[in-house]
C-alpha cells in the first residue's frame, strides 16, 4: 500500500446515470479501506483551477446519492483546462492553466485524482498525468463508444428509457397507421440505436456505421403498408450517414439544428415525402441522460470505483479502470483516447437484425 492519504475525486463532459454511484463507491472504499480524506472536485477541473469551490466528500455527503442521475459534483463538456480560453485586456486568449492546476492540487493535498469521464475527459487526464499528477480515470459515456471497455455505466439506463419510448411508440403508431421516428444519441456510434432499437423491436435502424438509401427505407416501408403493416418504427442515431441522396440536406440540418433533431427530421420529411404516409418525429435528446441509474449501472459504477481506488492503493496511476469480460481490469488511459468502439456492420448484433427482418436502408 502507497502512504497516499487525499485523493480527489472530478466528473468531466456530459453528465449520464451511475456517476454519483462511481463517487459514492470510490468515497467509501477511500475512507473504509484505507482511512483516506476525499476532496470533490467541483464542475470537471474547475475546482483545481478555483480550488476554494471543491469540498470534502464524506460518508453523510454521499448518503443516499447511489440511486440519483446526474452528478453531485457538477460537469462541464467545456473549457479543456490545457487549452483555456479566457478573456484578457478584452481580447480572447488560450491559456494553459497545468501550472495551475498542479499547484492547487498540491494546495489541496491530493495525493491522486480519480478522474471519472469519457474519451475527452480521459485525454485531459492523460496530459495530466504526463505532467505530473498521479491520475486514475473511470470510463463513462451512455454512447458506449469506448474501445478500451465493453461496456461503459450510463449504456444501460439510456437503453432502458430509449427502449420504454419505442414501446409507448409502438401503440399510437399502430392506432394511427403511422411511421413514427425516434432519433437517439450516441454521437458518432449507432450502439444506442441499433441496442434499443433490437430491443424495442424497430423495423428500421439507421445508424452512423452503415450508409443508406433513403428510397430503399421508403420500399420497405411500402411493402409493410402492402402485407398490411401500416405502421412503421424507425430508429435514428443522431450521427447518421445517409447516401449521396441526403446528404447535402442533412448538413444543412445540423447547422440549422445544431443541438438536437437535424438527423430525425430529415428522415421524417424524406420518408413522409416519398411514402406520402403519415409521419411524426419524437427526439429522445436528454432524456437518455437523465434519471435513476439501471441496477446494471449501478453495480458496474460501484465495481469501477472501488476498483479505482485499489489502483490508487497499489500506486497504478496512468490507469484506467475497464470491464474486459466479466473482470474489471486496468489498462492505460492513452489505450482509452482516441480509439472508438464503433458498431461492426458485419458483427452479430447487425447480423441477427437483418434475420429477423430489420432494415438497415443498405
Ligand atoms: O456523449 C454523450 C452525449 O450525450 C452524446 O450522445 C450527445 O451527442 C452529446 O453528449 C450531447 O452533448 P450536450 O450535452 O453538449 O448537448
Redesign the pocket.
Request: proline share 0%; hydrophobic share 20%; glycine share 28%.
Given at each position: 500500500m502507497t502512504d497516499t492519504k487525499t485523493i480527489g475525486i472530478s466528473t468531466g463532459?456530459?453528465?449520464?446515470p451511475g456517476l454519483n454511484a462511481v463517487i459514492r463507491a470510490a468515497t467509501r472504499a477511500a475512507i473504509l479501506q484505507y482511512g483516506w480524506r476525499v476532496i470533490g472536485i467541483t464542475d470537471g477541473l474547475d475546482g483545481l483551477i478555483w480550488p476554494e469551490r471543491s469540498r470534502e466528500l464524506t460518508m453523510d455527503s454521499i448518503s443516499g446519492i447511489l440511486p440519483r442521475g446526474g452528478t453531485i459534483l457538477g460537469t462541464t463538456?467545456r473549457g479543456n483546462p490545457l487549452r483555456y480560453k479566457v478573456t484578457e485586456n478584452g481580447c480572447e486568449v488560450v491559456r494553459d492553466l497545468t501550472p495551475q492546476i498542479m499547484e492547487n492540487a498540491r494546495k489541496l493535498g491530493l495525493d491522486a485524482v480519480i478522474i471519472i469521464g469519457?474519451d475527452g475527459t480521459q485525454a485531459i487526464g492523460l496530459e495530466l498525468f504526463r505532467r505530473g499528477l498521479k491520475v486514475v480515470g473511470v470510463p463513462k459515456?451512455?454512447?458506449n463508444?469506448l474501445s478500451a471497455t465493453d461496456v461503459t455505466f450510463g449504456f444501460d439506463t439510456a437503453l432502458h428509457t430509449c427502449t420504454d419510448a419505442i414501446d409507448k411508440l409502438f401503440s399510437t403508431a399502430e392506432s394511427h397507421h403511422r411511421i413514427m421516428v425516434v432519433e437517439v444519441?450516441?454521437?458518432d456510434a449507432g450502439w444506442?440505436a441499433l441496442q434499443a432499437g433490437l430491443a424495442g423491436g424497430a423495423h428500421v435502424i439507421l445508424i452512423p456505421e452503415i450508409q443508406f438509401n433513403i428510397r430503399k427505407v421508403c420500399d420497405f416501408i411500402l411493402q409493410r403498408d402492402h402485407r398490411g403493416r401500416k405502421f412503421t418504427i424507425v430508429v435514428v442515431a443522431?450521427?447518421i450517414r445517409p447516401g449521396s441522396d441526403l446528404r447535402a440536406s442533412y448538413e444543412q440540418e445540423k447547422r440549422m439544428y445544431p443541438?438536437?433533431g437535424a438527423a430525425g427530421n430529415l428522415i421524417g420529411d424524406a420518408l413522409g415525402m416519398h411514402t406520402k404516409k403519415d409521419v411524426r418525429v419524437t427526439v429522445l435528446?436528454?432524456v437518455?441522460?437523465g434519471g435513476s441509474p439501471s441496477p446494471f449501472d449501478r453495480i458496474l459504477s460501484t465495481r469501477f470505483g472501488v476498483e479505482a481506488v485499489e489502483l490508487i492503493a497499489r500506486g497504478e496511476f496512468g490507469k484506467m479502470v475497464a470491464l474486459r469480460g466479466r473482470r474489471v481490469e486496468a489498462v492505460d488511459i492513452a489505450e482509452a483516447c482516441g480509439a472508438m468502439k464503433r458498431v461492426n456492420p458485419g458483427g452479430e448484433m447487425v447480423r441477427i437484425a437483418r434475420a429477423i427482418g430489420v432494415c438497415f436502408g443498405d
Open positions: 463532459g456530459g453528465d449520464c463538456n469519457g459515456t451512455i454512447d463508444d444519441m450516441g454521437r444506442i443522431e450521427g443541438r438536437a435528446g436528454h437518455q441522460r
